[in-house]
């Protein structure tokens, strides 16, 4: 990160090249959410957010 590269996740919670945290937009962006809003967003690993937009919980 002290390079300028994006902090990187364990490697059991990477999903195939997706290693970089990512952040989640609780309310969908498409249906009105606010894209810059903190209070709209979530850091998520690779592995969560992928299980989040199958439905899993």
């Known amino acids: 990160m002290s390079i300028g590269k994006a902090a990187k996740t364990r490697k059991s919670d990477a999903v ?3 290693s ?3 952040i989640h937009h609780v309310h969908e962006v498409a249906k009105g959410g ?3 809003n903190v209070e709209n967003m979530l850091i ?3 592995k969560r957010h992928v299980d989040i937009h199958k439905g899993a919980k």
Request: aromatic share 16%; charged share 35%.
């Open 16 to 18: 195939g090249k997706r």
């Open 20 to 22: 970089s945290f990512e």
């Open 34 to 36: 606010d894209i810059y």
């Open 44 to 46: 998520l690993t690779p």
